[in-house]
């Protein structure tokens, strides 16, 4: 597809991946590991994430029709929240280092950096380019935890809901595995309208059974394939990930 428009404007289109990484995504035993190809102890899901990640902003990069209008940002949160790599062209990244480490989960702090940070980065593209809507994909073990106690909606949702209330329409789209319920997934996420005229929640949950770091290696898989045929498709096309199931609201 030929990424200008009818205006002669380039296309661009803007993906966030926000990546839990708090205590319980990379300190061994939390979760049963998978075993590796030698048959010893496997890795944990922030071991999968610091291999799969790079693999997914290569993957961008020779893809070429997603690479001409792809743009992607590494967000990474904790007890605080950071931008890891600023939104950039797949063929312009540079050696990313190491993700970091954490504590605790605290949703507020990383849907208000979203905010400031999306709004901040649409306003630069859109001077230059024919933007389409943003996309973030979040991807969490976990509900919010802060201090010595879970993190109350109250706290959490307003900075959610107005990074979905930014005049740039970000599209949320929650992954969740481990801990995390299904009710906080449904909160996190926007809506998309199907083909019937209903919407549903952006929001993903993982099956049982599965290795969490296992599953964690296989999502990002799935943001590639998302993420082309949302460049593709002109519009955000999600793909539900091998051993995810897709969440109603009830």
């Not at 400031?116 to 073990?141: G, M, W």
Request: hydrophobic share 40%.
């Amino acid at each position: 597809m030929n990424p200008e428009t009818q205006d002669g404007l380039e296309r661009a289109f803007p993906f966030y991946v926000v990546c839990d990484v708090s205590q319980s995504m990379w300190k061994e035993g939390v979760y049963k590991p998978a075993p590796t190809a030698e048959g010893t102890s496997g890795r944990t899901p922030y071991d999968a994430l610091r291999e799969a990640v790079p693999d997914l902003l290569w993957k961008l990069e020779v893809d070429t029709t997603t690479s001409e209008a792809a743009h992607i940002s590494i967000v990474t949160f904790a007890q605080d929240a950071q931008t890891f790599l600023p939104l950039t062209r797949p063929e312009e990244v540079q050696d990313l280092g190491e993700l970091p480490k954490g504590a605790q989960t605290d949703f507020a702090k990383v849907f208000a950096h979203l905010a400031t940070i999306i709004q901040a980065d649409c306003a630069a593209l859109e001077r230059e380019y024919a933007l389409k809507r943003p996309a973030v994909f979040f991807l969490t073990d976990g509900d919010p935890y802060v201090g010595s106690a879970r993190q109350p909606d109250d706290r959490w949702l307003p900075e959610r809901d107005r990074l979905a209330q930014l005049p740039y329409e970000p599209q949320i789209v929650a992954f969740g595995f481990g801990n995390i319920r299904p009710a906080t997934l449904l909160r996190m996420a926007t809506t998309t309208t199907l083909r019937d005229g209903t919407t549903r929640p952006l929001a993903f949950t993982a099956e049982e059974g599965t290795p969490v770091s296992t599953l964690v290696e296989g999502l990002i898989g799935t943001l590639f394939v998302t993420i082309g045929a949302s460049v593709s498709g002109n519009g955000l096309d999600v793909r539900v990930p091998e051993g995810m199931r897709w969440l109603t609201a009830s």
